[in-house]
């Protein structure tokens, strides 16, 4: 049981950090609402990094934003947020690899794995968090904006890009769950000791007093150390 959901829990890992990257790279974070544009054969959208507008001939632009500090305050967060994901994903994989029960990466005992794993857990729910954090910030603002009577700027809708980093976060805080619960399972199961056996020998005594001696002994230590009940 432990081992499956070690597999399972760094297979969800490894997707999800897939996930993440495709989501980072992503410029379907948000897409102009058709019901704003005045045509349909023109689409907008936009991500992290640029902004494209394409057309149904099959011509696309794409402009990369020029400044950092000029850009809204969230798609900066965003930004720190999903690379920062990205990092510590990698990392939790690569730790969550030295943990396994069946990988001779790195050798160590059992209780040293056990760390590895509760470790790479831990890192692969924080970059599940990371992202989650960004995709529902950016999410939030975008709704925010489109049902805001107020706002005069373009309407934009909801991207694939964000419903990728949903999947990707999911995947993660799952991966690590799995990886965490692995590693408490394996603890508890170390933590109980062999079951000793014991051999009882009988003597009587006869030298003036009726005593009738117990002797136990652990059957897999031979001659070893006796114990006495009277």
Request: charged residues 10%; glycine residues 12%.
């Amino acid at each position: 049981m432990s081992m499956g959901l070690q597999i399972c829990g760094l297979v969800a890992g490894v997707l999800s950090w897939c996930l993440q990257s495709s989501c980072t790279s992503s410029q379907l974070w948000k897409v102009r609402s058709q019901a704003e544009s005045l045509s349909s054969s023109q689409w907008q959208f936009e991500g992290l990094w640029m902004s494209c507008a394409a057309t149904s001939l099959g011509t696309l632009q794409c402009q990369k934003f020029k400044t950092l500090l000029g850009l809204p305050v969230h798609v900066q967060v965003c930004r720190a947020l999903m690379m920062s994901s990205l990092v510590v994903g990698l990392a939790a994989i690569i730790v969550s690899i030295l943990g396994l029960k069946c990988s001779k990466v790195g050798g160590g005992s059992d209780q040293v794995k056990r760390q590895f794993l509760l470790s790479g857990g831990v890192m692969l729910i924080l970059s599940g968090m990371s992202t989650l954090i960004a995709v529902s910030w950016y999410a939030g603002r975008v709704i925010h904006d489109f049902y805001n009577p107020l706002y005069n700027g373009v309407r934009f809708e909801l991207g694939t890009g964000l419903y990728l980093g949903w999947a990707a976060s999911g995947l993660a805080l799952l991966g690590g769950a799995m990886l965490c619960c692995s590693g408490r399972e394996s603890a508890s199961s170390s933590s109980f000791p062999p079951a000793r056996h014991f051999s009882y020998n009988y003597s009587k005594s006869g030298q003036g007093h009726n005593m009738n001696i117990y002797r136990a002994a652990q059957a897999s230590e031979g001659s070893g150390s006796t114990k006495a009940y009277v």
